[in-house]
T-cell receptor
Framework: GENVEQHPSTLSVQEGDSAVIKCTYS??????FPWYKQELGKGPQLIID?????GEKKDQRIAVTLNKTAKHFSLHITETQPEDSAVYFC??????????FGKGTSLLVTP | DTAVSQTPKYLVTQMGNDKSIKCEQN?????MYWYKQDSKKFLKIMFS???????INETVPNRFSPKSPDKAHLNLHINSLELGDSAVYFC??????????FGPGTRLLVL
């Protein structure tokens, strides 16, 4: 089955700095890679996703890159703000099954 | 306006009891899921239903029984609750089995 590794498990940055979270996956059949943000006491919310036929996708301060050959993908948050503080999950999906999640990264943005 | 809703939000019960968690989505999605999030925040798929039919059944004790009365609802019934069942249970739905939208979670505490 698919195995998704996520690093780091915790990340602390100063407001305005960039944050990068990295994930690797094991199954080359995986073709869809979403990122979720989970705030305290809430359910995970989709913030950005990328498909295997695309190398990079950007949405305002958030970007995701995918390297299919190396089987890794990353989340980049620029100009971080305190409200970006949350737990971020990467996931990998292959058709006919379900999302396999990484173990999460707890991001803290300090003013 | 809630897309995926779950009830109850909190559930505190004694070991050995039977309890149910309800989930409803108003997105018109065909596929619904139950995930379990443990104390370390790890998200793991339990079940998936597509058009009321079970399509994923992970290694979950048979004390857990999902029921889908219609496409918009997926309930989770748990028999003979154990201490290890304490976790946050998330319902999710999807139109294409890729992009998934999560509910707010049900926090179950078994005493």
């Amino acid at each position: 089955g698919e195995n998704v590794e996520q690093h780091p498990s915790t990340l602390s940055v100063q407001e305005g700095d960039s944050a990068v979270i990295k994930c690797t996956y094991s199954d080359s059949a995986s073709n869809y890679f979403p990122w979720y943000k989970q705030e305290l006491g809430k359910g995970p919310q989709l913030i950005i996703d990328i498909r295997s036929n695309v190398g990079e996708k950007k949405d305002q301060r958030i970007a995701v890159t995918l390297n299919k050959t190396a089987k890794h993908f990353s989340l980049h948050i620029t100009e971080t703000q305190p409200e970006d503080s949350a737990v971020y999950f990467c996931a990998a999906f292959w058709s006919g099954y379900a999302l396999n999640f990484g173990k999460g990264t707890s991001l803290l943005v300090t003013p | 306006d809630t897309a995926v809703s779950q009830t109850p939000k909190y559930l505190v019960t004694q070991m050995g009891n039977d309890k149910s968690i309800k989930c409803e989505q108003n997105l018109g999605h065909d596929t619904m899921y139950w995930y379990k999030q443990d104390s370390k925040k790890f998200l793991k798929i339990m079940f998936s239903y597509n058009n009321k039919e079970l399509i994923i059944n992970e290694t979950v004790p048979n004390r857990f029984s999902p029921k889908s009365p219609d496409k918009a609802h997926l309930n989770l019934h748990i028999n003979s609750l154990e201490l290890g069942d304490s976790a946050v249970y998330f319902c999710a739905s999807s139109s294409n089995q890729e992009t998934q939208y999560f509910g707010p979670g049900t926090r179950l505490l078994v005493l």
